[in-house]
């Protein structure tokens, strides 16, 4: 037995050692790795402009976006062209046989036949080709690669109320993430800090939400400075669509979040009757977990929750929507008379379990619209139904236990997601930013299923990277902190087979490239050694 395992090891080591030394061709390097990669076809399929992209199913869509894409590698002035019958060029066709987001691609001198699953395989073909293509001016090694994802739910999330980024910005993050194959943007758009999606109902919430009269400096050292600048934005609701819209083409769903009862004081400020005392509150100006929550004893709150919900249940189609649910403190609830009857009238023991109470009831009503409820682990703390999904980001253990009592789980530990945290250890010309520390390394070592039972790992349906925005102030940091970190996040969301670290090295070498003539702002630290 032993003898056997040396000799099995033995030839995977001399596997491993030769595949290292590979030209670029016999292993291309793309990112996230596909599951398999036979390169071992001589010959090259050169790209250029006369390349026809031949399209069957109606995917005329992913057709329309390679064709755009391929001139910034290329130098084209025109799109490729997409027809339906052409000899050669790249064929796209949809094969149920093919897994539902996966592809097959066969590369030969004369074509390259790209077979997905559904269109959102053909679009992930699409862009492992685009790296090809980008890699080596258009000509690609022949040869065949299968290629599917580990994770259902592949997310990145956007906070854009701390700091507002316009439908431009979010667009082009909503492209770097389609390169890497997520499919799922988590856009955080209510903080106390800002209210950023218009609501027909209550035109306040944008009117006087969505502006703060200054913000904190720094890390708001004692004693405490403010910047003395009025900072704002919103989205409207045809921007909202717009956006949506532009992320679905690109096969991403777009999951709104809208926070309750906490991180609230934006929406305090704009209606104060929210709020349990109904005293005048700023939209805030610091960082951190504000005292000042929605009331859970009144009716009104309950209304107004509701009523904001149609209108975002109208505006995006995913079929989850986050209610937030984080850090909540409950010290207005303690002294609140509504909130105590409340308790009181629901037989409930405590604060926490009123938070228990709203969450769960908001569930209800989203279920009644036929949607499915996401909130931060803290929905566990008041105790919610086995149907809604849990974001773990207070650690793994939660997630764990989260998903062997039943709950679905997406995985975003703070310790190993947070793309707001520092990238090096020393900090050197990073910036200032919220703290922690996640390099690239950390991410892409990681496996979000380890040690769990095969019940607990049936309930994993994802990961996500998050994004907050305290102190990231423009899209250029924003791509700073994003890249070349969402690189690895790809590989844990997507790839079966990613822990080469030295095949991984040389992979992002050719990725900073391609970043670069996307004009995508890559930091620097991983390629320089730096961890
Ligand atoms: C915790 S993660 C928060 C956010 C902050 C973030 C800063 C979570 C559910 N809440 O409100 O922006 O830390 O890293």
């Given at each position: 037995m032993n003898m056997r395992l040396n000799i099995l090891t033995f030839a995977a080591l001399l596997v491993f050692a030769a595949s290292n030394n590979q030209s670029y061709a016999a292993n291309p390097h793309i990112i996230p790795e596909p599951g398999y990669i036979d390169m071992s076809d001589d010959g090259l399929f050169e790209l250029?402009?006369?390349?026809?992209?031949?399209?069957?199913?109606?995917?005329?869509?992913?057709?329309?976006?390679?064709?755009?894409?391929?001139?910034?590698?290329?130098?084209?002035?025109?799109?490729?062209?997409?027809?339906?019958?052409?000899?050669?060029?790249?064929?796209?066709?949809?094969?149920?046989f093919v897994p539902e987001e996966g592809y097959e691609m066969t590369i030969t001198p004369e074509e390259v036949v790209i077979i997905g699953g559904s269109?959102?395989?053909?679009?992930?073909?699409?862009?492992?080709?685009?790296?090809?293509?980008?890699?080596?001016?258009?000509?690609?090694?022949?040869?065949?690669?299968?290629?599917?994802?580990?994770?259902?739910?592949?997310?990145?999330?956007?906070?854009?109320?701390?700091?507002?980024?316009?439908?431009?910005?979010?667009?082009?993050?909503?492209?770097?993430?389609?390169?890497?194959?997520?499919?799922?943007?988590?856009?955080?758009?209510?903080?106390?800090?800002?209210?950023?999606?218009?609501?027909?109902?209550?035109?306040?919430?944008?009117?006087?939400?969505?502006?703060?009269?200054?913000?904190?400096?720094?890390?708001?050292?004692?004693?405490?400075?403010?910047?003395?600048?009025?900072?704002?934005?919103?989205?409207?609701?045809?921007?909202?669509?717009?956006?949506?819209?532009?992320?679905?083409?690109?096969?991403?769903?777009?999951?709104?979040?809208?926070?309750?009862?906490?991180?609230?004081?934006?929406?305090?400020?704009?209606?104060?009757?929210?709020?349990?005392?109904?005293?005048?509150?700023?939209?805030?100006?610091?960082?951190?977990?504000?005292?000042?929550?929605?009331?859970?004893?009144?009716?009104?709150?309950?209304?107004?929750?509701?009523?904001?919900?149609?209108?975002?249940?109208?505006?995006?189609?995913?079929?989850?929507?986050?209610?937030?649910?984080?850090e909540c403190p409950k010290e207005r609830w303690a002294e609140c008379e509504h909130c105590q009857a409340m308790i009181k009238a629901q037989e409930l023991n405590n604060t926490e379990e009123l938070q228990g109470y709203l969450v769960a009831r908001i569930e209800k009503f989203l279920n009644a619209h036929g949607k499915k409820m996401i909130g931060w682990d803290e929905i566990l703390d008041g105790g919610v139904t086995s149907t809604a999904t849990v974001m773990s980001w207070r650690g793994i253990k939660g997630g764990i236990k989260a998903a062997e009592r039943g709950n679905d789980v997406i995985m975003t530990p703070m310790t190993l997601c947070y793309l707001n945290f520092y990238q090096t250890e020393s900090r050197e010309g990073e910036g200032l930013h919220i703290g922690g520390h996640i390099p690239f390394e950390l991410i892409y070592a990681w496996d979000p299923t380890e040690g769990m039972s095969d019940e607990a790992k049936s309930h994993i349906i994802g990961v996500q990277c998050n994004m907050w925005t305290e102190y990231i102030k423009d899209a250029q940091t924003l791509q700073h902190m994003l890249l070349p970190r969402l690189a690895a996040m790809s590989e844990v969301q997507w790839a079966t087979d990613r822990r080469n670290e030295q095949t991984i090295r040389q992979k992002m070498e050719t990725m900073r490239k391609f970043y670069e003539e996307c004009g995508w702002n890559c930091s620097p630290y991983y390629f320089d050694g730096r961890k």
């Open positions: 250029d402009k006369k390349t026809p992209i031949v399209v069957s199913n109606d995917l005329w869509n992913p057709a329309a976006i390679f064709a755009e894409e391929a001139m910034e590698f290329l130098d084209l002035k025109r799109p490729l062209r997409t027809t339906k019958r052409a000899k050669g060029g790249i064929r796209l066709r949809i094969d149920r269109e959102a395989g053909v679009f992930y073909g699409l862009q492992t080709l685009r790296q090809l293509v980008a890699a080596n001016n258009g000509k690609v090694p022949c040869g065949y690669i299968a290629d599917e994802p580990t994770f259902a739910y592949r997310g990145a999330h956007l906070d854009v109320a701390r700091h507002f980024f316009t439908v431009e910005e979010v667009k082009e993050y909503i492209d770097i993430l389609a390169a890497h194959k997520l499919n799922r943007l988590h856009w955080h758009l209510t903080d106390d800090q800002g209210w950023r999606i218009e609501i027909k109902r209550y035109p306040e919430l944008t009117e006087k939400g969505s502006m703060r009269k200054e913000t904190l400096v720094g890390h708001g050292l004692k004693p405490e400075k403010w910047d003395g600048t009025p900072y704002g934005g919103y989205y409207t609701q045809e921007q909202i669509r717009e956006v949506v819209d532009y992320a679905a083409k690109r096969y991403i769903t777009v999951i709104p979040e809208i926070e309750m009862p906490g991180h609230a004081q934006a929406a305090l400020h704009a209606l104060p009757w929210l709020g349990c005392n109904e005293q005048i509150v700023d939209v805030w100006t610091t960082w951190g977990v504000t005292p000042e929550v929605m009331c859970a004893g009144k009716e009104s709150t309950y209304t107004f929750l509701e009523n904001v919900l149609l209108e975002v249940i109208e505006l995006f189609p995913s079929e989850y929507i986050h209610i937030g649910g984080d």
